[in-house]
């Protein structure tokens, strides 16, 4: 059982930034995959941004470079930079994780962006 604890969420301005936060429960470099998905209201759960365990990178095309995933092994943290942000990122964002054939969810974090 992977527990993830998103943080880092909040109101900010468009064109401001955030940094979200997934700390993991276990290490980082045993789950195969981890990512980011937002929620809008009204909308589908998306996928923002994905890591793999040996370190590569996918976006959603939509976010034009605007975002960044990292990780820190150490810390067992995966990392969301969002930049230039825009009142249609506002969202729940969730931290994913895939290990061993499951997926686990953190709690989400919101995100809004007033304009």
């Known amino acids: 059982q992977v527990q993830l604890v998103e943080s880092g969420g909040g109101l900010v301005q468009a064109g401001g930034s955030l940094r979200l936060s997934c700390v993991a429960s276990?290490?980082?470099?045993?789950?195969?995959?981890m990512g980011w998905y937002r929620q809008a209201p009204g909308k589908q759960r998306e996928l923002v941004a994905g890591?793999?365990?040996?370190?590569?990178?996918l976006y959603a095309d939509s976010l034009e470079g605007r975002f960044t995933i990292s990780r820190d092994a150490a810390r067992n943290t995966v990392y969301l930079q969002m930049n230039s942000l825009k009142p249609e990122d506002t969202a729940v964002y969730y931290c994913?994780?895939?290990?061993?054939?499951?997926?686990?969810w953190g709690q989400g974090t919101q995100v809004t962006v007033s304009s």
């Open positions: 890591i793999s365990d040996g370190g590569s990178t």
């Open positions: 994913a994780a895939e290990r061993m054939g499951r997926d686990y």
């Open positions: 276990e290490s980082i470099l045993s789950i195969k995959g």
